[in-house]
């Protein structure tokens, strides 16, 4: 079976509808159609349940998997070997979440570009849910984000990369800046500005604000760069939520200073890399993967 009705058989699936799927892989509905016929005919079995919407057959789910495997690899050979003629291993692209973007991944770029001048790269800092779906349509090569949240979904590998303590932060003059401890509910009276929040983050503040599920605690601010968020924080009386040793050099200063809030566990924030399974990545991808790592060696050595 060629890789051209793989693509197929697996188009079929993603959009559950042969006239979608059709549109996506440029064909006629009746050629698409005689396409998953004859791929049944060759494997002998019936892959699709045509219904109100087309869902794979338990064979169907097994031969999918293996497609996707087999189409992965194909695209990685291809772009590899296109790369290899025009001698430009070295371009890349990925996606990074706000906390990395606002703490170690400026140094690494910096160092990425002494080292190899030639290569361009391309970054894209966003949410892990946004970045995710980037991944997925196999626009970047990885992902260097919280991980936390992240939903269960096998043609991803998750790396734990380093866990960071987090906490409330305000202004130096900020009304609640010499009253300790606090309550949750006096700080959450200024508004709080974070990334966006893990679930268990918004379980435990709506536990701990005695909120019902429906009425979950809102941020007064979301925002996926960490110098804005910290910009806001030091110009107004909003609250930030915040990993520490992104605003390491404020407390140092004495421009930040941190809350405490009776009853709060231990905050963190798990950074880690993802990656697609059976996706081998560009040299340049696999130069950076190394970096990222030995930060996490550096920040063990440290602790």
């Known amino acids: 079976m060629d890789l051209k009705r793989l693509s197929h058989i697996v188009a079929v699936a993603k959009a559950r509808n042969f006239a979608r799927a059709a549109e996506q892989v440029h064909l006629s509905q009746p050629a698409l159609t005689r396409s998953i016929q004859a791929a049944e005919a060759e494997l002998g ?34 772009r590899d070997v296109d790369l290899f003629r025009r001698q ?66 096998e043609r991803l590998f998750i790396e734990p990369l380093r866990r960071e303590p987090a906490a409330f932060y305000v202004r ?23 990334g966006r929040l893990p679930a268990s983050a918004v379980e435990l503040f709506s536990r701990m604000l005695d909120r019902p599920p429906a009425a979950s605690p809102r941020l007064a601010l979301e ?3 960490i110098d804005v968020l910290k910009r806001t924080a030091l110009g107004s009386d909003v609250v930030l939520a915040m990993p520490s040793v992104a605003v390491a050099q ?45 930060l996490r060696v550096s920040e063990e050595a440290a602790r």
């Open 88 to 153: 430009e291993m070295g371009d890349t692209a990925f996606g990074a979440g706000s906390f990395p973007a606002g703490t170690f991944l400026a140094p690494l770029l910096a160092e990425l570009r002494r080292d190899f001048a030639g290569v361009n790269l391309r970054v894209e800092v966003s949410n892990c849910s946004l970045l995710l779906k980037r991944l997925l349509e196999e626009d970047i090569e990885f992902i260097v984000a919280d991980t936390e949240e992240l939903p269960h979904d």
């Open 45 to 78: 079995l019936r892959l699709f349940d045509r219904g109100a919407a087309v869902t794979p057959t338990r064979a169907g789910a097994f031969v999918l998997e293996r497609a996707r495997q087999l189409l992965f690899e194909a695209a990685s050979l291809e």
């Open 250 to 294: 404020e407390v140092d200063a004495g421009t930040l200073r941190r809350l405490t809030v009776k009853g709060l566990p231990p905050m963190s924030s798990a950074t880690g890399i993802v990656t697609l399974r059976g996706r081998t990545p560009s040299p340049m991808a696999k130069t950076i993967l190394e970096r990222l790592r030995s």
């Open 223 to 225: 925002c996926d760069d």
């Open 172 to 194: 130096e003059a900020h009304p609640l800046g010499s009253r300790r401890p606090l309550s949750l509910d006096e700080v959450w009276a200024y508004g709080v500005a974070s």
